[in-house]
Each structure stands twice: as C-alpha cells, then as structure tokens.
C-alpha cells in the first residue's frame, strides 16, 4: 500500500542528488561568467537631514535622509552640485551609497578641494550624494513595506530640491539621480510615477534590480507595484532607466529578471531605456555578485563616472542613452561617431613610415612621438580588421594614446620616405572595447579581476573599392600617438562571418552542432559565427568545446585567444556580452539572461560567438612536422541538459511551493472523493498513495498537453503576456520534460514533508499520553462543533489585532499552530498515531474520521505556511524596532475567516461526519479543491500568494460543512 509513496520519492531523490553530488561538474559562476572585484576604500561620514522630518510628511518618522560626505575631499556640508539620491534594498544599510559616492568625489576632485580642471571646463559640477535610511527594512517580501518606502522616496524628492534654494535661480538643479540598489531600484521606479512633477528625476540606475518579477511574490500589493513599473504609463516617462545587472554571479536574484523588459511600443526606437551586465561593462568583464554591485571597484568606479557625465548640460533621454552606451558598454551608438568616409586629401612629406606586410604586428614603443604604419590592401579584400591598445574615435581604455585610420592612394611607388598620400578617413562598421587577454597571466585576476584601465580596441573598416587606382596602390594609414601595439587582417564578410541556421533545434541537444568556420587560418584576426534558429533562453547553458591538433607557433602571441558571446534579440535596449579567455584550454559555457526569459514574451533568434586570435603568432609545424596553413580544429556547441537542470533549479524556487500546493489540493480531492464513496474519512497516506497508483499517468499527460497547448498559443499569439503567465512560463516543445521534472519534484517533496509532520504528530501524541501518565485523554464527549459564549473572547481578541496592528498572515501562523496542537491531541485520543490514521475498519470510525480529517487539515494549511511566513518576520523586525503599522492592506479579518473558522470547528471536535458523505457542501469542497490544484499548475508559479485566498475560502466552506452535519439519532 505504502509502496507509491516511496517511488513518489524517487524524482526527488535523484534531483537532491544530482545538485548535491554533481554539484562539482555543474559549471561555475566562473565558467559561466567568472566574477573577480578588488575591494574599495573611503572615508565616510553622514550628516542627517533634520527639516525633513514628519512635520513634513508623517512617514519621515519611520525613515531618515542622509547626505554623504567624503572626508577630506568634499567640501562643506552644504549642497551645491548635482543630488543623487541613493535607494538601498532589501535589508541593505543606507551607508552602502559610500562606496560610489567616494569614487565621484575622488573623480571630481584631484585634490583635497581641488577640482578638476577637465570636469570644470565642460560644466560639471559634483555630485551631492543623499542616502535613504529604511532600517534594514525587509521589502523584498512585503509589498506594503515596499509602497511605504516608494511614498517617502516621493516626498524626499521636492524636499532635495528645496535644499539649493541658496543657490541663484540659474544654478539651481531642477531634478534628482535616483540610485537604487536591489529593490532599491524598484521603490526608484514607483516613486518616479507618484511624484506630481514627473520632471524632477530625470535618471533612474539600478544595480541588479529585479526589473520583471518580484524575488517573491507574497502578496497583492507587490503585484500592483510591479504592474505599476512595467506599465505603459512608467514607459513613457521622460527619465532615463539603466540597469546594470550582474548575471550568474549573483545567487541572489533571479539574473533573468533584472534584465529590462519590452515596453509593448516602439521598442526598436526605445532611446529611454538601457540594461547592462557586468559581464560586458567596459572596465569590468565579470560577473558580480549582489552584495558586491555596490562595492566593486570596477564597477563603482565606471558607475561614478557615468553620474558625473550626465551633469554636462541638459540632455534629452537619447542623449543620455548614448552617454551610458559609451562608459557602460563601450561602443559608439550615432553615425558621428562612426566615422564616415569624406573626401578629405592629406599630404604627408618627410613622413617615416613602416610597412605592415600579411601576417605582421606593430608595436610602438614609444611613449610620445608619433608613428605612422602602412598597410598594402590585398586584391578582393572588403574590410580592414585591426586590433590594437590604442583609443579609435573616442572608444579606448582610460589614458590609451590615440590613433587614427585612413585609406589612401598613392602615385603607385613604394611609399617609402617623402611621399603624397591622398587619404580619406575609413568609413568604420564596427567599433568596440573588449578586455585584455595577457598572456603572461590570467586574464581575470582570481578576487581581483582586470585592471579597469586596460583594455583592446577592436575596429573593422568598410574599404572603398570605387577607386579606379591600381588596386596595388591602395594603402592603409595608421597614426599611433604613443606606446602600443596593433595586429590587423584583411578580409571578405562571406570569409569572415558565417550564419548557421539550423532548422532542427533538437540537434543542439541529440549530438550537438559541429562548427569548422573557427578553423586556425593564418592571417586572419577575426571570425564570427551566428547560429540562427538556436535556443537562446535563460534556462539553457550551451557547452562549447574546442577540438583539433596542436601546432607550433612562429612567434609568441600579443594576446591569448579571446571568445565573446552574445544573443541575436529583437530588444537592442538589454546589453548582454560574455568574454572568455582563451577558450580552447576548457570547455566554455554560454549562458544568456536577457533572451527567452520565463513568463515574459522575450524572444530571441539565436546568439553570436566572435574569436579574436593573434595572426601575427602563426601556426608553423603540425605535430608531424609538416607545414599546415590551417589547423583542423572543429568547434562543437551542444545544449548542457545537466547545467540547464541547475540553472531551472534556481530559477523555480517558488514554482516548487506553488506546485506542491496542487499536488496536496489535488489529494485532499480525492480524500473528499473516498469519503463520500466510504463515509469514513481516509487517511491523507493512503490517498497520496491512491492518488499516485492512479492518476500520476493522467497527471504527466494533462501537463505534457498543458504545455503543448501553451506552445501552440504562442506561435498564434507571441506578444501575449497572459500565454507566457502560466504553468513554468516558457512555452517550447524543449521546455516540455521541464514541467514533468518538476511535477516529479514536487511529488516527491510533498511526501518528504508529510512524513517529517506524521513523525512530529507522532511524537506530540506520544509525549501527551506520557505528560498525561496514561490516563485515558479526556474530551471524548467533545464532538459537538457548536460554539459556545466562552470561546467569543479570545476570538474577538484576535479579530480585533488584526483589525488594528496585527497582520492577518501573523495571525493565520498562531491558528496554526493551535491546529497543530489539536491535531494530536486528536490522535492522542486513539493508543497511537498508527490505529488513528490507517485502521479504517475499526470500530471507531468516527475517532478515525476525526483523526485523519485533522492531519489532512493540518498537511494542506502546512504549505499555506511559506505563503504568510515571509510577513512575519517583516511584522517581528518592525515590531522590534518599535515601528508599528496601523490600518493597512494586511490587516483585514477576510484574509483569516476561513482558517478561523476551521480552527475553531476542529478544536471543538469538528470534523466531516459519516451523515456529511451525501451533502451538497462536501461535494462542491471537493470540486473546490481539484479547482485549487488546476489552480496552483497554472499560476501558482507567478502568483504563488492568489492560492492563499483561494485556500482561505475553502477552508470555510469545510468549517461550514462540518458545522451543519448532523448527527444521526442513535438506534437503541
């Protein structure tokens, strides 16, 4: 009989398994997107803002303003530059805003009061960093507690402002930088929209902010917040949203959901919006960890420089878009800066010059003088690719020389001594900053990372081929301003590029993909793959292994191989890129956060690999000794099922509580089924067990069909949100054995959970029938449900906390455990917790009924636990630190009817009857429930918190139930 039950435990096991024992040949955060930080220093201090105080606003009371001043550095403590307010989240502390605040002032400032020059001549003025201190305040699991701090954000603001009336009109700033951290960025977001003058904050930059979906959804408050931020309104505001995530490296957050979402309207032309992982931030390459977004130096550094740019004047929201794009990301984002090609002759005489042949490097060694390198453009070549440590158009590492790219034509003699060159800017096609790759050390530092100053330019230029010169004649100028180096190639798109679309997915996981396009051909310094129609989506990781012979290099490399990775995505908002340093020494994994994100209408239509190679290094002897111009070295990319399970594992921590909710609605279902068929109420064991004997196969195809249906409604319907909201929220055949993985998992963690409650009601019971000294257990006349005028008080009491200042989910936990004293207590009535619970053909029916009935009741409201749990601690902390709410959206006696009522019914020796089995009210339970299952399948994922008022209401409808059963008269 108990054997379902533990095969039920198998999926379960095997998944405890495979992340605890195959935990070590999952991929690392390292291997994902490594994440390396140097600590950061500063030297704090915080002057409490008194005059905004609860004269101003009641609820300046419960939180404080700060304003940030460096020691040393900044000057008096009256503001006088740009404010930035900055917003810490869940539980973080408002002195987080020192790490950040410190760098800008040590940027703006060269000296103890001494501003820099540069900054001043473009009319940049410090920053005034202002801090928001919420206690530590729990928000990620309180959406009260979170709209409490967006209103108090949204009263700061104005009185920010009012602090530079000192200031002539002229030189008064008319809006704030809002800086939020974590959820920090999500009370930025909401108070932008409360505030009656949206232009007062006209920059919001979050640091792995969940932009898409709360980290728990605990109640309907948060739900309406996130709403609110993701809604067309929040859109079209005028300021400015960057987010800067920090991918795999950060276990806190779900990274897929700090990624921006669609706004649903022009989002081609979305110049408002910019995210960015710090896997592809210039200066950073890594990923970053939660804790360590705020005190990274890589990134704080980048992150304090960006807020001193946006004070450059006024910017449109474009305008400022493309500041981000330039100091996050690195690349030029308008025309301008892609350098067209003109017709603009030079004349170079008396000019030294050296000449570049196929195959060679240049490197500069020194430090001032200026040097020019020529270039002869091969017959049929498209492009001219160069990568180099020196800064192109603006783009280059900090303090780099510059240099600059011209095409020419000459008079047909060896350019060599005084010469006349007509040249013309190259036209440029691509343009990007990308980190190091020494080859005298590791590329990423262990706990340090890169230097944030280094870097390589890679540029690709369009030639010009209408020329009617010799094409012998046609040359490449490069002008190099100081100390570097630079190798280049020629090439043809066709040659250098190449598209693989593969119209057979499942290939990806069954064998895998062979790519030969990165084969080691000389001379060539850049190639690039696309493989269209690949999965991109947040739950794959993709396995990437280099295969081929060994060969002997003809010169030490300038750099190590560097491979990049990137999604091909519709939303050009979301900057996502992952660098990994010579590639071919372990197998590289590939994992993409912006593209296919679960419950979001994202797509993609495949990823980029990009190799960088040194060709001046180039591959000489074979291993057998023989010259071979190209290496036979394959590339095979392959779906890794065992790191996408991790990666699903993480990401569906609350699926896993709302699915076992189904499973144990579904079996209290079938208790109700058995009852009306027996009369006697089965024990919640031997209707699992039933329950997995006969419907698991049903279950496994209804969910196989769930999803299959929610495939098909997102290819006739792919911009529907309400498609993507249900069961797991990743439609696709691929995702299909997803849903069963984790039907299994949730069966075997509800039998998990029932057998450690049958052991605690086991030894409840028994301590009982010990502390009693084996008396008989006295309340066997207590089977009448009816109320009496003795049990109104503590009711009223606890009607009346909530009413005030205790929440109704505090309050739900303490009839819980009433419950759970009631429940054994029941079961101490009977010799053992064994008789009461499966000896079903005794004599006492009715004990056995009572029994089971009540730790059927007890399992189901167990799983409402998590669900109020979170509230809880919220209410402790506060209550604690002596804030006490009154009123509110948490204090409403509905949301405990239903648990107050079974309580009380079962207390009072309630339970369904054998007269009950026919009643209308048991049958409509029992559709209630099989309702609360389907329920918790299809939505308990997103909206875990709407299961706990459908469970409320059935709850009442059993206390209902078993109030109006009547005993049947007793035959004499």
């Known amino acids: 009989m108990r054997r379902p039950i533990l095969l039920a435990q198998v999926p379960l096991l095997l998944f405890v398994y495979f992340l605890a024992a195959r935990s070590p040949f999952l991929p690392s955060s390292t291997q994902l997107a490594s994440w390396a930080c140097r600590m950061s220093w500063m030297s704090p201090s915080y002057i409490h803002i008194t005059t905004f105080d609860k004269t101003v ?66 009319g940049i003025k410090p920053l005034d960093f202002f801090t928001a201190d919420f206690n530590e305040a729990l928000s990620a699991f309180h959406g009260p507690t979170l709209l409490s701090q967006s209103n108090y954000v949204a009263q700061a603001i104005p009185h920010i402002l009012s602090l530079y009336d000192h200031l002539p009109s002229s030189s008064r700033p008319t809006s704030v930088i809002l800086l939020g951290h974590s959820m920090g960025g999500v009370v930025a977001r909401q108070a932008a929209l409360l505030l009656s003058d949206p232009s007062q904050v006209h920059v919001i930059l979050t640091l792995s902010t969940p932009h898409r979906f709360p980290p728990v959804s605990s109640d309907h408050t948060m739900q309406q917040i996130y709403s609110s931020i993701n809604s067309p309104v929040s859109h079209s505001l005028n300021a400015s949203l960057i987010s800067v995530c920090g991918g795999s490296a950060d276990p806190t957050l779900a990274s897929d959901a700090c990624a921006l979402p669609p706004s649903g309207h022009n989002d081609r032309e979305d110049e408002t919006r910019l995210g960015v992982f710090t896997s592809g931030m210039i200066g950073t390459w890594t990923g970053v960890d939660h804790e360590a977004m705020v005190w990274c130096h890589q990134v704080r550094s980048r992150i304090a420089r960006l807020l001193l740019e946006f004070g450059v004047g006024p910017m449109t929201a474009s305008q400022r878009k493309e500041v981000a794009v330039k100091w996050l990301v690195g690349e030029p984002t308008k025309a301008n800066d892609l350098k067209t090609h003109q017709d603009q002759d030079l004349v170079k005489k008396s000019l030294p010059s050296t000449v570049i042949h196929a195959g060679e490097r240049f490197e500069s060694g020194l430090s001032s003088s200026q040097q020019t390198f020529l270039y002869r453009i091969p017959p049929n070549s498209t492009t001219f690719d160069l990568l180099s440590t020196y800064t192109i158009n603006s783009i280059g590492a900090e303090s780099s020389p510059s240099a600059r790219i011209f095409q020419c034509v000459s008079s047909g003699k060896s350019p060599i001594g005084d010469i006349s060159l007509r040249c013309a800017q190259l036209q440029t096609t691509r343009l990007e900053l990308i980190p190091p790759s020494p080859t005298d050390r590791a590329a990423f530092l262990p706990g340090e990372g890169i230097d944030e100053k280094e870097g390589m330019v890679f540029f690709q230029g369009k030639l010009d081929r209408s020329s009617k010169e010799n094409p012998g004649d046609r040359w490449i100028l490069v002008e190099t301003d100081g100390k570097g180096w630079g ?247 691929i995702f299909v054995p997803f849903h069963v993985v984790c039907l299994g998992v949730s069966i075997g963690l509800v039998n998990v959970m029932l057998g450690i409650l049958k052991g605690c009601i086991w030894l409840g019971a028994r301590g009982l029938n010990i502390w009693k000294g084996g008396r008989e257990a006295r309340s066997s006349e207590k089977n009448d449900a009816s109320f009496t005028i003795t049990r109104f008080l503590p009711i009223i009491v606890l009607l009346g906390s909530v009413v005030i200042v205790l929440p109704y989910q505090v309050a739900f936990l303490v009839l819980y455990l009433i419950h759970f004293q009631t429940t054994f207590c029941s079961c101490s009535l009977n010799s053992s917790v064994k008789t009461a619970s499966y000896d079903v053909s005794s004599t006492e029916s009715e004990s056995v009924s009572r029994s089971n009935f009540h730790i059927s009741l007890l399992f189901f409201m167990l799983w409402l636990v998590p669900l109020n749990g979170a509230v809880l601690i919220v209410w402790v902390r506060d209550f604690m630190s002596g804030w006490v709410e009154w009123g509110g959206p948490d204090r409403s006696i509905v949301g405990l009817m239903g648990c107050l009522l079974i309580v009380e019914v079962c207390a009072r020796g309630g339970f369904l009857r054998n007269e009950a089995r026919k009643s209308l009210l048991v049958q409509v339970l029992q559709i209630g429930f099989f309702l609360l299952s389907a329920c918790s399948f299809l939505i308990g994922s997103q909206h875990t918190f709407r299961l706990y008022s459908l469970s409320n209401g059935l709850l009442a409808l059993a206390a209902v139930a078993c109030v109006f059963t009547k005993r049947a008269p007793e035959v004499s």
Not at 60 to 89: C, M, N, S
Not at 616 to 635: A, I, M, P, Q
Not at 700 to 720: D, Y
Request: charged letters at 15%.
């Open 57 to 122: 606003h009641p609820i300046a009371d419960k939180y404080k303003l700060f304003l940030y001043r460096e020691v040393g550095w900044d000057g008096d403590h009256t503001p006088d530059g740009q404010p930035v307010l900055y917003i810490p989240g869940n539980a973080g502390s408002m002195m987080q805003v020192r790490s950040i605040a410190s760098s800008a002032s040590r940027q703006y400032w060269t000296g103890p009061f001494i501003s820099n020059k540069a900054f001043i001549e473009r």
């Open 487 to 733: 190798v280049h190639s020629f090439g043809e798109p066709d040659k250098e590029s190449l598209h693989v679309q593969n119209d057979r997915p499942w290939k990806f996981i069954f064998g895998g993909v062979v790519i030969d396009h990165f084969q080691r051909v000389n001379s060539r310094l850049h190639r690039q793959v696309s493989l269209i129609n690949a999965i991109s989506h947040s739950l794959l990781v993709y396995k990437v292994s280099f295969s081929g012979s060994s060969c002997t290099l003809e010169a030490s490399p300038l750099f190590r191989p560097l491979l990049s990775h990137h999604t091909i995505s519709s939303h050009r908002f979301n900057h996502e890129k992952s660098f990994y340093a010579d590639p071919s020494a372990a197998p590289v994994y590939l994992h993409s956060h912006s593209a296919g994100v679960p419950f979001s209408s994202s797509s993609s239509s495949g990823f980029v690999l990009d190799l960088w190679e040194d060709p001046s290094s180039r591959c000489v002897k074979n291993v057998y000794g023989r010259v071979n111009e190209d290496d036979e070295r394959l590339v095979f990319v392959q779906i890794d099922v065992e790191a996408s399970l991790g990666r699903v594992a993480l990401r569906y921590r609350a699926a896993a509580l709302g699915w076992s909710v189904g499973v144990v609605a579904f079996v209290m279902g079938i208790s109700l089924q058995q009852f009306r068929s027996s009369g006697v109420f089965p024990s919640f064991v031997d209707s699992m067990s039933f329950a997995i004997r006969t419907y698991t196969v049903h279950a496994i195809l209804a969910i196989i069909s769930l999803a299959s249906i929610q495939t098909t409604l997102s290819f006739v319907f792919p911009t529907s949100q309400r498609t993507f909201a249900l069961l797991l929220g990743v439609p696709g055949l």
